[in-house]
Structures are given as C-alpha cells and as structure tokens.
C-alpha cells in the first residue's frame, strides 16, 4: 500500500474538512448580520409592570451605570446609599474621564451587549445612538403608574430640557416630537463669566455686542499683563479638534446672529454654515481667538478655559455657566470670588439665543433589568435627590422648577454676582440651536477642523465651502 | 585516543545495546529511563493513533492561524458593505468603500502626512539611536549609567509620554518655552500650525522610541568582531574611515532591524498624535490611523472605517516586504566568506 499516498489523500481531506468547519462559524457570523443586530419590538418592556407602583419592587437586584467624571456625579455616587435604601437595588458603576468616555460609551451600545443599564448621555449623542436602537424609549415608562410613582411629577421639568431629548428619530425634524430617548438631569447655559478684578482695574463693562467682546477680549490681552495680571490673555473659548468645540460660545454666538448650521427643505439638509453672513461671522471669531484668545488655543477644551478662568489666567469665559462656577466657589481657585456672571453679547436684533448642553440619562435598549433600570432614573431625576444634589453638592442648573425655585438653592447661587439675573435673562431663549441629524459628530468634528485652518491663517470662504461640499452628501 | 572520546563511545555503544536489546523487555505500561517510553512502547500504539499524531501536532498551529485570520476575514467581509449605526442591515456595495476612499482627496492628504510622519521619525530615531549606541559604546561609567536611563521613555506608555510633552509644549507655562525665554524664543506655538504639530509628533515619537534603535545597535556593535577593527588602529585609520568601512557596513543588519520595526510601527502611529494633536490644527496631523478610528468608532461607519485599516494594512505589508527583502540581501551579503 503506497502509505504516502494515503496519508497525503488524508491530509488533504484533513484539511479541507478543517477548513469547512473553520468557515462555519465565518459564514454563520457574517450570515448573523452586523453587530448586535436588533432584535427590537414593538411593545414595550414598561407595559409588563401592572399594579401599584412599589419603589421595593425589585429589591435584590444590582444595576450597574456607566457615569462620565463630573460634579453632577460627584453628588450621584455620594447618596447612591439613599437609593439601596429606598429600593433594596444595588448600583454598580464604572466612571471615565469625559475624553474617553463617550467612546466607550459608543462602542459598548454598538457592541449590542448590555454591560451598562444606565448611563449618562447628552442630548446630542440621542441624535446618534437612538436610530440603531440602542436607547430605551422611556415614554411608555413615563405613561405607565404602575411603573412610575406620582411624586416623580413630569411637569416640573422645564419642557425645553424634556423637548430636548425627545426625538423622532428622523434627520432635521425637531426636538420634543417622538420618543423620549433619555431623562433631562443637568443642564448648561453658554455664558460669558469674567474677572471682576481686571475689569474693575482696566475701567472694563461685560460687552453687550459681539464687536465689543472682541475689542474687549483684545484689549484684556494687551492691558492686563501690564496691570498685575502675569500672562492674562482675553477670552478663554474652546478650540481642539473635536465637536465640543463648536457648541459652547461658537454656536451661541452663532444662534444670536440668526444663523444656522443645516437648513430643512422636507427631508433633506443643507449645509447652512457657508451662508456669507455665516462666513463673516466665523472670520471674526477666529480673528477675536488670534488677539485675544489664549496661546495653544487649538488643543483648548473646556477643562483649560475653566482653570483659565480659576488661575486668572484668562479674563473672560465665554463658556457653559458651570465651567465658571466650579472655578467661582469659595475656595475652588485663586479667582474665586472674582467671578462674576453675564449673559454674553446680544445679537444685532438683541437676540440672547443660547445653546444649551443637556447632561442626561439613559437607559440601554438591550438591557434585561429594565424595570429596576427605571426605578433608578426614577429616584436619580426625581425631586428629592435633584435638591440635595443642587442644594448640598455642586449639582447645579436644575432641570426641575422646583429646584431653581428653592429657596434655599437661590440663596446659595445668589453669593455668586450675577449668577441668577444671567440664568433668568437667557433661560427663555435656551435651546439646542443644531439641527438634529445623526452625522452630528462628523460634522461638528469637520466644523471645528474649518475654525483651527481659519484660526491657522486660510481664508474663511474656501474652507468653509469645502466644509460644505464634503458634508452635503453625508447628510442630505 | 582521547580517553574522554573512548569514554563516550563506550557510553554510546552502551546505550545502543540496551536499545537493539530492549524490545522484549519493554511495555507500554512501563515508561523506559527517565519516564519516557521505550521502542516497545511506541510499536504497541495503535496505528490509527500513531497516524493521528501529525494531525493533533498541527492543531496549535491551526487554532493560532484561525485566531489571526478569522477576525481579519470578518473585518475584510464587512468592508463590501455599507455597514454604520445608521445602517445596521446594510447593502452589498461591492468596492464602493475601497472606491470613495482613493478618490476622496482627505485620503491622500492622510497618507501623505503618514509617510512624512513614518520617514521622518524612522530617520531621526535611527540616526540618533546609532549616535547613541557609538557613544555607549565607547564610554565606561557613563557608558552604564545612561544606558539605565536610556530605556526609561521606553517603560513610558506612548499616550502618556504624549500628554507629557503636550503639557511642556504648552506655549504659557509649558517648561520648553520657560527654558527657551532666556533666547528671545519663549513665545513658539509648539501644536498651533501645521508644521508645528507635525513635528512636535515626530519629536515625541524619537523622544520615546530612540532609545529602541540605540538598544539594539548597542547590542550589534558588541557582537562585532574586535579584529577588523584592532587591524584598522594598527594600520592607522582614521575614525571616520573605521566608521564608515567597518562600522556602519557591520552594524548595518542589526541597524536595519530597528528601522524595520520603527518605520512599520510609525506608519500605524495613533496614540501620540492623538494625544497630542487629535489630528489637528485642521487635519494637518490626521494620519491614515486616525482618520480609520473617527470614521469607525466616532462617526460609526464602520465598513468605511475598516476599509480605511484594510487599506492601511495594505500599505503596512508592502512596505514591510520591500524592507524584509532588502534585510534578506544585506544579511547574505554579510554572511558571504570574502574569496
């Protein structure tokens, strides 16, 4: 018997057998479809919760949250003991960095598992993770009495932090139609807060048009460092390369000059950033960062302008209101004290449009603890955590009336000058000023790309028509 | 004879006696010296297991080559597709991805900046790592005390090394600006132009990885040959010429390794950019790497993405076989015994 043969005739087969067998789970994979699939129904898991409402319902049972490092948490975790003894349900949570944290939020929704039940969004991120289906609709939750205790009372919240959040999933249609796809929990208003002390030296007055916030942002920058201020430069703004960038006091400044990023005609978007009005508008910003804004502004976030603002490094912020205030309490940084609040420069038509960040919660669409889930978000939005948390922590900007109604909230915020006028004088005209669509990211990403080459000395009409051009078939 | 010689004949002879005799002897139930089983043994397996062995031998081999191929063969599948977050049950698109990538001008604009980034930071590291490899070499004390502090960036992740240095770059209070005042150069925007940030990458980069190139020429240059050279001084030749007829064309091999690795590692560069730069001002910075993680991860299309890495891959491979080859020749070349 020709043995060589044999064997080769078998390894042969051998391996073609392997290979059969290796390409199964290949093929069964790619056969699977793509990531986590959906799997989704029409009913919801809220419509399984009958009788009456009970906050021990599930006591046993362990959720665990994903939370981004910040004071609104800081509060969070200190009185989690208060909800594992109102519930009986423990929380488990991981906390990241803001930087990393929305990657791994991202990449932990398309994964398709549920490692996280809960988690800390903001508005914008509904515009990206809701139409794959990764968030729970919490409407039916909300509607449910068996599922939701009276006292969470969903009229207290101010509707345009609810309307926020809420979205029918459809690119350029507008908030506050649709499911709600994550609780309103704290929120932030893009002001301008400013050194008292400089301002008080130099002869200065907030400015109340854009042309003067530019001129004054210049002459801090050239006054200041004469006047004791070592290194003081204008106006602390965000400038790296990412969509944090554009939303603070870019897109507020923006909004008051009646511009817009996309324009809706049906179903379809328009890149609106390139209008001529919007070209001019751009220009003057990057020429107001170049004279007055601080060095190495292109990696700024919103961590340096907000010790900026605390080391009285930067005599301006034009900012959310709480990137201020953690650097104005007593205490919290050499220019505490110092700081005073202002709603920022008004628009040609005395516009005070201001775009707003919603700190949010959410819960996971994939999750299998989804009524424990909303017990959680029921205790972690509702009124007695959310006064603690303002009242006692630095939980600040209530998303709730009842809260920045307090009494005892208005005296605490009333020690920092300005603070409550600024809040009550923008408080109507804040909204999301960005077209929902869920390229969001790429284009705010490419947005700010355009402001670091206009700051870098391009012009301001090309790269802006360039920005529109490339972005035009993503989302139209 | 060597007595030790016929000892170990004997010796041999011994054991090949012991062998030849073994067979009736031995079992399978009785493992030979030292645990291991006899001939015998071996004869009393069953065939079917004797012939399965190669098969099971492979098995590792195979389990390995799967663990490697599987996921790129799923990552080169999904690149056919339109798949995205927005998009989950996606469309055959066939080459549109690989299509849209090479005639969209960014792609170019990111590869361009790769292979300068790739290049300049292989170049720079192997030059210095050489320089500091000779100057081990020669010294003694300090010779072994900078070689401890020599590996030190290279026990440094490259992201931190990266966040260290963009907190030193930074125009204000950033120490390199502090020490360069006293020139009249205390005002350089380090990351805030184009030029600026690439290079400023490209510094971080040879900050950390010379080291690896002076490490293992440092090893190369020990494991020369001491007579070349002791000819060299005796017949009087200059540093210079020793460096650059012996030194250099010996050192070559082990050099050309370091630069290898360097140039492959550079082109599939993204922590230190990222951290440093995150691909900015504008895209001056964005290389194929990073453009590949926005579009995947942050901007989730994922088939875009993961033809960007295909792509990327492809880059890697071809330019690691064209310097594999040219590694081959050299090695050969200094193998050859001089006729």
């Not at chain 1, 309307?163 to 709600?180: C, F, I, V």
């Not at chain 1, 929990?185 to 048009?209: C, H, I, M, Q």
């Not at chain 1, 919603?358 to 889930?373: P, V």
């Not at chain 2, 630069?259 to 910075?285: C, H, N, Q």
Request: charged share 20%; with cysteine.
């Amino acid at each position: 018997m020709d043995m060589h043969g044999k064997l080769g005739h078998d390894r042969r087969r051998f391996l073609a057998l392997t290979a059969a067998a290796s390409s199964v789970p290949l093929l069964s994979a790619c056969g699977a479809g793509f990531g986590g699939g959906d799997g989704k129904s029409d009913g919801s898991a809220a419509d399984d919760v009958t009788g009456s409402f009970d906050w021990r319902r599930h006591q046993g049972t362990t959720v665990k949250a994903l939370l981004n490092k910040h004071p609104y948490t800081d509060a969070l975790i200190a009185e989690l003991g208060t909800f594992t003894e109102k519930t009986g349900i423990k929380v488990e949570y991981d906390v990241f960095p803001e930087d990393n944290y929305f990657d791994k939020l991202t990449v932990d929704l398309s994964s398709g598992r549920a490692s996280y039940d809960i988690f800390m969004l903001g508005a914008y991120m509904v515009w990206q993770y809701g139409p794959p289906g990764w968030l729970e609709d919490l409407g039916p939750w909300m509607r449910n009495e068996s599922a939701t205790g009276a006292e969470w009372d969903q009229n207290d919240f101010l509707p345009s932090l609810l309307e926020g959040t809420r979205w029918s999933l459809k690119a350029g249609a507008p908030l506050g139609r649709g499911g709600q796809y994550a609780l309103p929990w704290g929120w932030e208003a893009n002001v301008v807060a400013y050194n008292t002390e400089v301002f008080d030296k130099l002869g200065l007055r907030p400015a109340e048009s854009f042309d003067e916030l530019r001129e004054l942002a210049g002459t801090i920058k050239r006054k200041a460092p004469g006047a004791g201020f070592d290194g003081m430069y204008g106006v602390a703004v965000r400038g790296s390369r990412s969509w944090a960038t554009i939303h603070p006091g870019f897109m507020t400044m923006f909004s008051r000059y009646g511009l817009k990023d996309f324009t809706v005609d049906g179903e379809s978007l328009k890149p609106a950033m390139n209008s001529p009005e919007a070209i001019g508008f751009t220009r003057d910003w990057a020429e107001m960062v170049k004279k007055g804004g601080p060095p190495s502004w292109t990696s700024y976030t919103w961590y340096q302008c907000s010790s900026d603002l605390g080391a009285k490094k930067a005599g301006m912020l034009f900012d959310a209101d709480t990137a201020a205030y953690f650097q104005a309490v007593k205490g919290a940084s050499p220019a505490a004290g110092n700081i005073a609040f202002h709603p920022g420069p008004k628009g040609p038509d005395g516009s005070l449009a201001t775009n707003m960040w919603i700190w949010s919660l959410g819960m996971n669409a994939k999750s299998g603890k989804k009524s424990a889930a909303w017990l959680f978000l029921q205790w972690a939005t509702g009124k007695e955590h959310l006064r603690k948390g303002a009242i006692e922590y630095n939980h600040i900007d209530p998303v709730r009336r009842s809260v920045s109604d307090d009494a005892a909230y208005r005296n605490k915020m009333k020690e920092l000058p300005g603070f409550i006028e600024t809040f009550e004088a923008v408080q109507d005209q804040t909204r999301i000023q960005f077209t929902p669509q869920e390229q969001f990211f790429d284009a705010t990403t490419s947005w700010a790309s355009a402001l670091q080459e206009i700051y870098g000395g391009k012009s301001a009409g090309p790269v802006l028509n360039g920005l529109a051009d490339d972005l035009a078939p993503k989302v139209g | 004879m060597d007595s030790s010689t016929e000892a170990d004949h004997g010796a041999a002879s011994a054991d090949d006696a012991a062998v030849a005799g073994a067979p009736e002897k031995a079992s399978a139930a009785e493992p030979g010296p030292r645990g291991r089983r006899g001939p015998g043994a071996e004869r009393s397996v069953p065939a079917w297991r004797r012939s399965l062995r190669p098969y099971l031998l492979v098995v590792p081999a195979l389990l390995l080559t799967g663990g490697i191929l599987y996921p790129f063969g799923l990552g080169l599948y999904y690149t056919v597709f339109d798949f995205a977050a927005s998009k989950p049950q996606p469309d055959l698109v066939g080459l549109e991805n690989y299509r849209r990538i090479f005639t969209d001008s960014s792609f170019w604009d990111s590869a361009w900046v790769t292979v300068l980034y790739a290049v300049g930071a292989a170049v720079v590291e192997t030059v210095l790592g050489v320089a500091v490899a000779l100057l081990l070499h020669r010294s003694t004390l300090v010779g072994r005390v900078l070689e401890k502090v020599l590996i030190l960036p290279l026990m440094i992740a490259p992201v931190i090394a990266a966040i260290i240095w963009k907190l030193m770059l930074q125009p204000s209070v950033g120490v390199v600006n502090h020490l360069l005042r006293p020139f009249g150069l205390g005002g350089v925007q380090w990351t805030d132009t184009p030029t600026g940030a690439l290079l400023s990458s490209i510094a971080v980069d040879v900050w950390v990885y010379t080291p690896f190139v002076a490490i293992l020429a440092l090893a190369g240059l020990r494991s020369l040959p001491a007579s070349p050279f002791e000819a060299a001084a005796v017949d009087g030749a200059s540093w210079w010429f020793t460096f650059r007829k012996l030194t250099m064309p010996m050192l070559w091999p082990y050099v050309l390794v370091a630069v290898i690795f360097r140039f492959m590692d550079s082109l599939k560069v993204f922590d230190i950019i990222y951290a440093l730069t995150e691909g900015g001002p504008g895209d001056s910075t964005v290389v194929l790497q990073i453009r590949a993680y926005l579009e995947a991860i942050r901007f989730q299309r994922y088939s875009f993405g993961l033809s960007y890495m295909i792509v990327l891959w492809a880059v890697v491979y071809l330019a690691a076989m064209v310097l594999v080859r040219y590694l081959g020749r050299i090695q050969n070349r200094a193998a050859e015994v001089p006729k």
